[in-house]
C-alpha cells in the first residue's frame, strides 16, 4: 500500500472546513443552526435505520447467495489435504495419513486437541508446546479458509472470516465435521453464519447508511435553501448573526468530513485496501482526517 498522498485527505479536509466557515458566515447564524440540526437529525435517523435495513437486505437478498458462493468455494478442496500440508510445513519433522487426518475431523470435539496428539504420536514425542501448535493449527486454519473463500467472495469477507476463525479454531472444526461427513451445504450455512454474515452485513450497512443520509441531508440542504430564499433574518444583529454563523461552519464542516469519510471507507473496503490513493495506510499518516475517519469505524 502506498502512504505518500496522505496529505490529500488532510488538504482536502481543510478545504472543507474553509469554504464551510465561509458560506455559514455569509448564511448567517439563524440558518446555518438549521442545518446544523438538520445534519443531527439526519445522522441520528441514519445510523438508527441503516443496521434494520441492512439485515432485512441481507436476510432477503445475500443470506443464501453467500451460502451458494460458499458451498460452491469449498467444493473442489480437499480440507484434509490442505491441512496434511501445512502442518508437514511447520518444520515438525512428520508425515501425516491424510485418511488419519479425516477421521480426527468426523469425530467432532477439539480438532486441534487431537491433532496434537496424533502428531505427537507419529514418531513418539513432543514436537512442540500444546500452546504453540494449537496457535499454528489456528494460524493454518485461517489461512486455508481464506483462501478457499476469497475463490467466490469479496477479500474483506474472506479476510474478516480468516480473523474469527484464527481466534476460534475449535469452533472452526464443526465445519470441517459437517465437510468430512459429507454435509456440505450444512457446513457452507455454518461458515456463512459464524465467520462471513457480520461482514457482508457491515458493507451492505455502510452502503444504507450513506444513502438514507443522502436522502436526508438533500432534504435538509433543499429545505435550507428555501428558507435562505424567503429573506434576511438577523435576530442577532448583522455582525453577530454572520460571526456566529461562520463558528457553526466549522461543526457543519466536520459533519460533511464525516459524511466524505464513510465514502471513502466504503471504497478501501471494496478496494481491497490496495489502491494507491485510497488504502488504511495513507488515512493513517494524516493528521485530522484519521480522526473522523475512526467514527465511521462505530458504524
Partial sequence: MESQFWWFFDAAAISVLLISIYLSGKRGFSKTIFVIIGYILSITAASAFSGGAADIIYDKFAKQRCQTQIEAAL???????????????????VTLDEEQIGEIFSSGGSVSEKLYEYVNSIEDRTVDTAEGFNENISEGFADIAESVLSENMHSYVSNCAAKLIEDDADGFGEALRLLQTGADDEAAAYIE??????????????????????????????????????????????????????????????????????????????????????????IDETFLFKHIYKLTMKL
Avoid at 467444493?75 to 519433522?93: C, P, R
Avoid at 457543519?252 to 473496503?269: D, Q, S, T, W, Y
Wanted: hydrophobic share 50%; proline share 1%.
Fill in 75 to 93: 467444493a473442489d478442496v480437499s480440507m484434509t489435504q490442505k491441512t496434511k500440508s501445512f502442518i508437514e510445513n511447520l518444520g515438525y519433522g
Fill in 193 to 282: 453464519e459464524n465467520y462471513t454474515a457480520d461482514a457482508v452485513r457491515d458493507i451492505i450497512k455502510v452502503i444504507c447508511f450513506i444513502i438514507i443520509l443522502f436522502v436526508l441531508t438533500s432534504a435538509v440542504r433543499f429545505i435550507s435553501v428555501r428558507i435562505g430564499r424567503s429573506g434576511k433574518i438577523h435576530p442577532l444583529g448583522y455582525i453577530s448573526e454572520h460571526a456566529l454563523g461562520g463558528v457553526l461552519g466549522i461543526a457543519e464542516g466536520i459533519m460533511i468530513i464525516f459524511l466524505a469519510a464513510v465514502a471513502v471507507r466504503i471504497i478501501v473496503v471494496l478496494g481491497n485496501d490496495e489502491m494507491m490513493l485510497f488504502n488504511s495506510k495513507a
